[in-house]
């Protein structure tokens, strides 16, 4: 190849000067050199270092005067021996190169350069190449660990959990992370350059955009607002906004809080049954109590054979309904109460329809008519009333909403049951719309509803499927063929088990005997009713209002049975009974409770403790005849 000859001139005057001296334009390159801030080095054809510059001697950190006696290879990283070998062939050849390697110091330290090498030629002969040496140890350290701070804060800002977003001054997405995508259900690129206003709900705009507008000037904030996903779903989101750059840029983190919501209201709605449960506990003892009343003398008069058959018929109708208005408040009880879960020979046909009862008023009212197809070989089964009641509430419930939607001179509500081997089959079947194909396996999901903000937690379905499963059944939803939506809950029949209950004593004969029985409740009525009816029987029947006047009785005279009322406001019945056991137990076995409030646990746990019988109000009178003693007590 030709190369170009250089030859140095001694002795040059300036251009352009005047008469100055001449000037060694050959010691001027040196000293140029000499003082030069990067490293420079000359290296012989042999890659023997020929001479170098004090900035030279410095990156090295070795003496000048040793520069020499070294080749490259000594001077260079091992590893980048080949590298570094191959670029010098290469400006050998005329190729200026431009790189980066690594070079070791006297004291063993390894220093990042960026080298620009390039052939070194004398009067035209090649004799090695000369190389600008730079350290860029610190640059290059700096660019480390800022790539690593960047990917860093990537990592951090794709695996957040909450969607980060920024926007511009325009309100235009400019970067989303993966949970923004997870949120809104818009791929990263159908956001990015999008306005944000068209995804808000009409109604939350305004205020979104104020808040906007409070962001682009510099201040900070917290807010929630609703949004629409891609599908159509609206969602709640929490947005904690600030601005990076004021009137530029604003920086939005975002959680979505639906599902927390959701659940905070199921926390009010829980709070508010307990609340209900405890009112209603509170005052069944005072709604019973007349009901009880009512009832009894309604049989007393049913009873009489003088009264005409329009009497009769207001009587009955009279009777029907106290009976009507304890089962709701009984249902109520049942079904706000909070209770333990516990499974008893339960039957089906019962609590569906105890929980009919509920909803009855509202059936009625909306032109629903109840279609009952009950298989009455159905026994008994292992089962929690309590909480099947929940269940068929639930479904019964989102059944009357669904045929709202549909315009109709009246609706059916189906509820069909069969035994199939072992198992039970119950069906609830409505004229409503059915439900979307595409939902069918989405409605038992968590926090799942259709119903519009305040008609539905989307919790009712997801604690139904729970219950189900923890009766080891099956629960699903399906559409009818006719139109209207089938919810199927299939539940294995356990056969009932021996309770232990305190057995019924049959009816006495006509040929009864008479027994002295003394009746302890604070309800004039109720006593009075007892009192007509037992003397009715041929019982020598005294009544008291009083725990304490029953106990002075007591001990006074002896008789052959005790019915007493649980809740009384001096000494309640389960006072009473463990005063007579611990001073009079011939007596104290002898004990028939009432009660006009729900069993509770802690009255279940005294009744089975006791071993003695319970009667409920409003009550049958002829149950009274079941329970007496068989034989007066010896006097």
Not at 443 to 450: D, G, L, Q, R, V
């Amino acid at each position: 190849m030709s190369k170009r000859r250089v030859s140095p001139s001694r002795g040059t005057r300036v251009a352009g000067g005047g008469g100055g001296p001449p000037l060694d334009l050959l010691r001027m390159s040196a000293e140029l050199v000499a003082n030069l801030p990067d490293a420079v080095v000359v290296t012989g054809l042999d890659r023997h270092i020929l001479t170098a510059n004090p900035a030279a001697a410095e990156l090295l950190g070795r003496p000048l005067e040793e520069l020499p006696r070294l080749t490259m290879d000594e001077i260079v990283a091992p590893a980048e021996r080949a590298h570094v070998t191959s670029r010098e062939q290469q400006a050998f050849a005329g190729q200026p190169q431009r790189y980066e390697t690594t070079v070791v110091t006297g004291a063993g330290d390894l220093r990042e350069v960026a080298v620009s090498n390039s052939p070194f030629v004398v009067e035209g002969e090649l004799v090695g190449s000369v190389a600008t040496v730079r350290d860029i140890t610190e640059q290059k350290r700096a660019q480390e660990t800022l790539a690593r701070s960047e990917s860093r804060y990537r990592n951090l800002f794709e695996s957040a959990s909450d969607a980060i977003v920024t926007l511009d001054a325009n309100g235009r997405f400019t970067t989303v992370n993966h949970a923004a995508e997870s949120i809104s259900g818009y791929r990263r690129e159908e956001l990015v350059g999008q306005w944000f206003a068209p995804m808000i709900t009409d109604v939350d705009l305004p205020k979104t955009l104020a808040h906007f507008q409070m962001a682009l000037g510099g201040e900070t904030g917290l807010f929630e607002t609703r949004f629409y996903r891609k599908d159509g779903e609206q969602r709640t989101i929490q947005v904690t906004y600030s601005s990076p750059q004021k009137d530029e840029e604003v920086l939005c983190l975002i959680r979505d809080v639906t599902d927390q919501k959701m659940l905070q209201e199921q926390l009010i709605q829980s709070e508010k049954m307990s609340a209900i449960g405890q009112l209603v506990s509170g005052v069944a003892h005072e709604l019973n109590n007349p009901l009880a009343g009512i009832a009894a003398f309604a049989q007393l008069l049913l009873a009489e054979k003088r009264t005409s058959p329009e009497q009769r018929q207001s009587v009955e109708t009279i009777y029907a309904e106290s009976r009507r208005a304890s089962r709701i408040v009984q249902n109520l009880l049942t079904f706000a109460r909070q209770h333990e879960a516990e499974k008893g020979p339960t039957s089906i046909h019962q609590v569906v329809d105890d929980t009919l009862e509920l909803r009855m008023y509202e059936l009625r009212v909306r032109d629903i008519t109840v279609h009952r197809d009950y298989d009455a070989s159905i026994p008994e089964t292992m089962a929690d009333a309590h909480q099947l009641q929940q269940v068929f509430l639930n479904i019964f419930t989102n059944a009357e909403h669904a045929m709202e939607q549909v315009r109709r001179p009246s609706h059916l509500l189906t509820v069909r049951t069969r035994a199939l081997g072992d198992t039970i089959r119950i069906e609830v079947e409505d004229t409503g719309p059915g439900i979307p194909a595409h939902l069918l396996e989405r409605i038992f999901n968590p926090f799942f509803t259709t119903k519009p903000t305040g008609r539905g937690t989307g919790l009712g379905l997801s604690i139904s499927l729970g219950i189900v499963r923890e009766h080891e059944g099956r629960i699903w939803a399906e559409n009818a063929p006719g139109g209207g939506a089938r919810f199927v809950i299939v539940l294995p029949m356990i056969r009932p088990r021996p309770t232990g209950e305190f057995p019924v004593v049959p009816a006495a004969s006509d040929a009864r005997e008479r027994l002295r029985i003394l009746v302890v409740d604070d309800e004039a009525s109720v006593r009075v009713a007892l009192q007509r009816y037992l003397d009715g029987r041929g019982h020598e029947t005294h009544t008291t209002a009083h725990g304490r006047d029953a106990l002075r009785l007591l001990m006074e005279s002896a008789y052959d049975a005790i019915i007493v009322d649980m809740r009384m406001p001096d000494v309640s019945g389960e006072q009473l009974y463990d005063e007579l056991c611990a001073r009079d137990p011939e007596h104290a076995s002898r004990v028939i409770f009432t009660t006009g409030d729900v069993m509770n646990e802690q009255m279940r746990g005294f009744l089975a403790s006791s071993g003695r019988p319970l009667i409920a109000k409003p009550f049958e009178l002829p149950a009274f005849d079941q329970v007496l003693p068989a034989a007066r007590r010896a006097q």
